[in-house]
């Protein structure tokens, strides 16, 4: 099946700072989508973004398909953007609807 | 916003006991996934639904697992059996359609079992 690769697994910022997050996947998708976990476990939808470019806010989101990878941006962290990211893909190849996630970055942002 | 909502947000149960979790869906959606989170590990998928059978299955989702959409709004994941392993998060998730949609995921139910 797809593998799906997330770097860095760690990453501790201050406040303030930006940050990239990458998600390398092993083959086409029909749909990559960036979750952020917070500390109650909850997954909250950030981006639905299987090519292109999308921001939201601090957030930014870019996937280049033909390449298999994507990147999450954060500009000016700030300590609420703590918890893990995963990025998830449906692989090209599989029916209905079945995403497979990454191991996660885990961000700490500290004040 | 439409959101997928799920019940309880933590259940205990005992070793051997029968649990349910409950989901309601997006009410448009078609497609019903349920996933599991063991603590500190990555998202897993489980099962996903259509059209009132199971359509996807993982290793995981072994006999003593079960879903069912007893009515227009629920879907459920029955554990018959339940094992100390089974002990994680469940997400409930559902979509319009399969491929090319987003996938909505509830808050997550956190079962310890005990």
Partial sequence: ?111 | EPEVTQTPSHQVTQMGQEVILRCVPISNHLYFYWYRQILGQKVEFLVSFYNNEISEKSEIFDDQFSVERPDGSNFTLKIRSTKLEDSAMYFCASSVEDKVTEAFFGQGTRLTVV
Wanted: glycine fraction near 10%.
């Fill in chain 1, 1 to 111: 099946g797809i593998q799906v690769e997330q770097s860095p697994p760690d990453l501790i910022l201050q406040e303030g700072a930006n940050s990239t997050l990458r998600c390398n996947f092993s083959d086409s998708v029909n749909n990559l989508q960036w979750f952020h976990q917070n500390p109650w476990g909850q997954l909250i939808n950030l981006f639905y973004i299987p090519s292109g470019t999308k921001q939201n806010g601090r957030l930014s989101a870019t996937t280049v398909a033909t390449e298999r990878y994507s990147l999450l941006y954060i500009s000016s962290s700030q300590t609420t953007d703590s918890g893990v990211y995963f990025c998830a893909v449906l692989s090209g190849g599989t029916s209905y609807g079945k995403l497979t996630f990454g191991q996660g970055t885990i961000l700490t942002v500290h004040p």
